[in-house]
């Protein structure tokens, strides 16, 4: 997995509630079976004023000039702003791997689902949780600053602002760890194959009926 | 020390290792595989030349991208149209065939939608961990097992080492107390559940399901509830073990037999929360106060009563949520303050794990008995959720009465609850469906969604709009059928 330390980059807007993640990459393109190339798909309903269809190339389609990610200013963005629940639905990955693929490293909202949140995570992907008001804030000073950047400090908790104003956040020590060092969590698990065989062992003398049934 | 909670006892008996960080690692007996979230978990196996860890736990199906229509179905995956879908199910094939995983493959007899083959089979049981890369693994819940979805890193990661790095979630208790009313079904109570608590309502917590609608509600029926727990926002749903989950578990195919069994319902019989136990949150409704539900949004939060109207934003003082409101009228079509039973029909759909098992078609086929869909709706759409769903509709000539009355009987498939396969909706047109998500174009680009029971479904199949179930039941009774 890609390492996450610090990270600066231009912040665009997801202003709406409830985002899913049928809206960030809707089902047609999930009948791919690689990890990469969902970028040009990424809120495809959103983004282009057509249908999209998975394969397609996406330069030639009609984009939608009232979508915030399609506005010349928003170019080249590696933050998104979002709002409450994002990334609610499925636990497609297909999600976070559109966002990573998009060139998104952070996502900043008062809220997010829990398995979309767990998904970013094993994609290097940031999900910032901050308190509501703040985003508010956020959201105002984006929209009145055009070029507004973030500096993500993952090392220090910390979101920098341009003017040099932190705000805290809070992040798992297990998923900090893994993230700012890139490591993979099966090797990780796999440390403790000894606990795991002790367990499964216990636990076949106790329920023998949860082993070999399906065959 | 306060008593457990259902989900604090599965959490133990699961519980491999607690480590400093806050993190834990809990064993999975039961992951459940489809072909959509699983391809690049296999992938990842392969690259690193990792096996699986335990190849009993793994069942895996074709669901999400097979064909619903007979014809098209008959060639088995070659027949398979559309080459992108052809070559996802085909991978399911490759990769069971190259680790050894069992499957039911596309036309045999076990094949279904994953969440409906793995309480039906047995392969799903009570006290089990269960996940699958799907959401909606909570179904499983409901027969007092701890399932959730998972996404596809961590398919790859339970595959290689049987475990799942987890913290513990908060405890919440839906409690709906008192009797339903006649014609109102479990769907609708989930509905008015996520009406009331909303769509991140549940987020960080799992939901236990209780109270006397729950003890009295069927295996089926709970699993329609615990199927939707995650459009609540919570991973998990669960239902206390009972007589009722004994009943319903006994004598399935990969259940335990014999001395097993008896050993299997002594260790199942603490599988309910203690008198003491103490929940984070609790919930109340009352069974007496729930109505057929319909949604009338873009998030199953959106959702009223069949009498109800379609809600006004101008009333919403909070902004973000005004703007929800009203781009979601927008897509839907719908005026403010527009009766629910105004609002008219394109297509049906009957089927997805939340309410494509026998009860539901019964309950479907009630309704349609001795009727004719209206011919304004150009589609109704009946997809059994397995192969022994289907035959056992077949059996009881359910089929026929959903022919005679001009719908169509498919295969199984998760068909048109997320359009991956053939079955679409056309843009703007408005679909009863019984699945689970409504969101913008969940069912077809530019569809709009309305969320039903399956009796309210196919009343609406019939009258083209909108209609209560209850008073159609009542004419039906009346006109003697
Ligand atoms: S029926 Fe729908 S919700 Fe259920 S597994 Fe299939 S696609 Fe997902």
């Keep these: 997995m890609k390492a996450f330390t610090q990270h600066k980059g231009l912040v665009a807007p997801m202003d709406r509630a409830n985002v899913d993640t049928d809206l960030i990459i809707p089902k047609q393109f999930l009948k791919s079976i690689k990890r990469t190339g969902f970028g040009p798909n990424l809120f495809d309903e959103l983004r282009y004023q057509d249908e999209g269809q998975p394969g397609q190339d996406c330069s030639k389609r009609p984009l939608n000039p009232e979508f915030a990610l399609n506005y010349p200013r928003y170019q080249g963005a590696s933050v998104l702003l979002a709002r409450e629940n994002f990334g609610c639905g499925s636990s497609r990955e297909h999600a976070p791997w559109a966002l990573d693929d998009y060139g998104f490293r952070a996502i900043i909202a008062p809220s997010f689902a829990d398995i979309f949140f767990n998904n970013c995570f094993k994609n290097g992907l940031l999900p910032i949780v901050l ?6 804030q956020l959201f105002d000073e984006m929209y009145a600053e055009e070029g507004y950047q973030l500096t993500i400090d993952l090392e220090k908790q910390q979101v920098v602002k341009p003017n040099g104003e932190t705000i805290d956040f809070e992040v798992d020590a297990f998923r900090k760890h893994c993230l700012l060092n890139g490591l993979d969590d099966i090797g990780l698990t796999l440390e403790d194959a000894d606990d795991i065989r002790t367990y499964e062992a216990k636990r076949r003398e106790q329920a023998p009926w949860l082993f070999d049934a399906v065959k | 020390m306060a008593g457990q909670t259902l989900y604090d006892k599965l959490w133990q008996d699961h519980l491999v290792k607690s480590r400093e ?86 036309n045999e ?31 499983h819940g409901a027969l007092g097992a701890l ?93 206390a073990v009972d007589q009722i989950t004994l009943d319903y578990v006994k004598d399935k195919p990969y259940a335990p037999k014999g001395a ?49 109207q379609v ?139 309305h969320l039903v029971s399956p009796g309210m479904a196919a009343a609406a199949a019939i009258a083209g709009r909108f209609v209560d179930v209850r008073e159609m039941a009542t004419a039906q009774s009346e006109g003697g059928i």
Excluded at chain 2, 116 to 124: C, F, Q, S
Excluded at chain 2, 281 to 304: A, D, N
């Design chain 1, 131 to 136: 308190d509501e008001t703040i985003v508010d």
């Design chain 2, 21 to 106: 960080d806050g993190t834990a690692l809990i064993y999975i007996d039961r992951h459940l595989i489809h072909e959509v979230t699983s391809p690049q978990a296999f992938e990842g196996l392969r690259l690193a030349g990792r096996k699986p860890w335990r190849k009993d736990s793994l069942v895996a199906t074709p669901d999400h991208n097979v064909p619903s229509e007979a014809a098209e179905r008959a060639a088995g995956v070659a027949g398979i149209r559309d080459e992108v879908s052809r070559i996802q199910v085909q991978t399911l094939d490759e990769n069971c065939r190259d680790f050894d995983v069992v499957q039911f493959g596309i």
């Design chain 2, 109 to 139: 007899p076990g094949q279904g939608i994953v969440h409906v083959i793995g309480p039906e089979t047995g392969a799903t049981l009570p006290g089990m961990t269960v996940v699958c890369g799907d959401s909606h693994t909570s179904t």
């Design chain 2, 147 to 239: 399932a959730h979805g998972i996404g596809t890193s961590e398919v790859e990661h339970v595959m290689a080492t049987q475990c799942l790095i987890q913290k513990k979630m908060k405890n919440m208790l839906v409690r709906v107390d008192g009797e339903l009313g006649p014609g109102v079904t479990a769907k609708d109570v989930v509905l008015a559940i996520i009406g009331k608590i909303g769509t991140a309502g549940g987020t960080g917590y799992a939901i236990e399901f209780g109270g006397e609608v729950m003890r009295n509600m069927s295996m089926e029926g709970r699993m329609t509830v615990c199927n939707m727990a995650i459009e609540a926002g919570a991973r998990a749903g669960m239902v």
């Design chain 2, 260 to 308: 097993d069994w008896d050993r299997a319902v002594e260790a199942w019989s603490q599988l309910h929360s203690d008198d003491d136990a103490v929940f984070d949150v609790v919930v109340e409704l009352r069974g007496e106060e729930i109505e057929p539900q319909v949604s009338w949004g873009t998030s199953p939060e959106m959702v009223v009563g069949v009498s109800a």
């Design chain 2, 311 to 449: 809600p006004d934003p101008a009333t919403i003082n909070d902004a973000t949520k005004r703007a929800g409101i009203e781009r979601a009228l927008e897509y839907m079509g719908l005026n403010a303050g527009q009766k629910i039973t105004d609002i008219k029909l394109d297509r049906v759909f009957i089927g997805s794990c939340t309410n494509s098992r026998i009860e539901d078609l019964r309950a479907a086929a009630a309704v349609a008995k001795g009727q004719k869909k209206a011919d304004s709706v150009k589609q109704v759409l009946i997809v059994p959720g397995s192969q022994a769903v289907k035959a056992q509709a077949e059996k009881e000539g359910l089929h026929k009465v959903f022919i005679d009355a001009g719908f169509e009987w498919r295969e199984p498939s998760c068909s048109m609850c997320l359009a991956m396969n053939a079955d679409k909706l056309g843009a703007g047109e408005h679909c009863a469906s019984t699945s689970n998500r409504n969101f913008e174009g969940r069912q077809g680009y530019g569809g709009r969604t």
